[in-house]
């Protein structure tokens, strides 16, 4: 219990010290450099960065999971995929339609499959603009195949104010078992996710990196750690990727389920079916409890080194602080 109340005050309060270098000399204007435009008639907010479009959550009943989508990069280049929300520039692969540009789910709740099958229901959405960060906040539920609650999640994204070479955003996700117990089996499918853009996935000119500098699908997948990284050049632009981070307070470091189709997925419940340990890592949530989780996502121009990506976990892990250099 002491340890759940300590995972949940520092998310409280870290978020609420994060704060990005540099940003005390931006300009003041209007509109906010972080500006969210939040609709509940199309059920989707849209967030602006200086005025530059970064991505949208996406929470229609038709999406049948909350996600953001697009995603971009420096330069207006999409960095994770379009397929199956839209048919933008590059052409897309087809596979595994459930995969939806950046989003968070799991195969293995209670027994029911929220990866592939069961939907997430959004329950209310707030968005608050600002000049050093935006906010979105969604209370959802987790229901069974017949539609009965299973778990609550509360979910908020912070998006900094950060220059287009580096844009910034925490994931706080939440989970409060309001219903019973809840059991997170040890299961591949899932939890916070991203599928990169075909043109940069691993079987293309894309590289997947781990924090120990391993490189390539068969030296990483499967590693439990603190990040991954995945990028690679796009024609006539440059290197973009996408740097996942796991909080140190979180109670796990995840498993990474990667696939050089284009998938990185930070899995803490996966112990065995992903890590391939001698130990089920399945976490029953007991009724009445929550289980917070902390992530940072890092939309970077450069390569795992030119974007110094070790770097920005390390102020991440030890201050949640940003410290934007490089670039090509």
């Known amino acids: 219990m002491k340890t759940k109340m300590l995972v949940l005050a520092l998310a409280t309060g870290l978020l609420a010290g994060f704060a990005a270098q540099g940003l005390d000399d931006q300009p003041e204007n209007n509109p906010p450099q972080v500006d969210i435009d939040l609709d509940m008639d199309e059920q989707q907010a849209e967030v602006y960065v200086r005025g530059e479009h970064f991505t949208t959550y996406q929470f229609g009943d038709d999406s049948r999971i909350p996600h953001l989508w697009p995603m971009y990069a420096e330069d207006g280049v999409t960095i994770t995929r379009n397929y199956p929300m839209g048919e933008d520039e590059p052409?897309?692969?087809?596979?595994?339609?459930?995969?939806?540009?950046f989003w968070t789910t799991f195969g293995d709740v209670n027994g029911y499959d929220h990866?592939?099958?069961e939907p997430i229901i959004t329950e209310d959405v707030e968005a608050e603009s600002g000049d050093a960060y935006g906010v979105i906040r969604a209370e959802n539920m987790w229901p069974d195949a017949e539609g009965e609650p299973v778990v609550d999640e509360t979910r908020m994204y912070r998006f900094y104010d950060t220059p287009a070479h580096g844009r910034i955003f925490d994931h706080v996700v939440t989970f409060t078992a309001s219903y019973g117990d809840v059991t997170f089996g040890d299961d591949q499918e899932g939890m916070v996710a991203f599928r990169i853009r075909p043109e940069i996935q691993g079987n293309e000119a894309g590289v997947l990196t781990n924090f120990d500098g391993e490189q390539t699908e068969d030296e990483v997948y499967g590693t439990p750690g603190p990040w991954m990284d995945y990028s690679g050049p796009i024609e006539d632009v440059g290197h973009r990727g996408i740097a996942l981070f796991s909080h140190p307070s979180n109670f796990r470091d995840p498993a990474w389920h990667v696939r050089d189709y284009g998938l990185a997925a930070a899995n803490p419940f996966a112990l065995s079916d992903v890590a391939g340990l001698d130990e089920d890592g399945s976490y029953v949530l007991e009724e009445g409890e929550s289980l917070t989780f902390i992530f940072r996502?890092?939309?970077h121009t450069g390569d795992v080194e030119a974007a110094d990506v070790a770097g920005q976990y390390a102020a991440f892990a030890e201050a949640g602080e940003a410290e934007?250099?490089?670039g090509d």
Do not use: N, Q
């Open 297 to 299: 996502a890092y939309v």
């Open 115 to 117: 990866w592939h099958d």
């Open 91 to 101: 052409v897309e692969s087809t596979d595994h339609p459930h995969h939806k540009s």
């Open 324 to 326: 934007l250099t490089g």
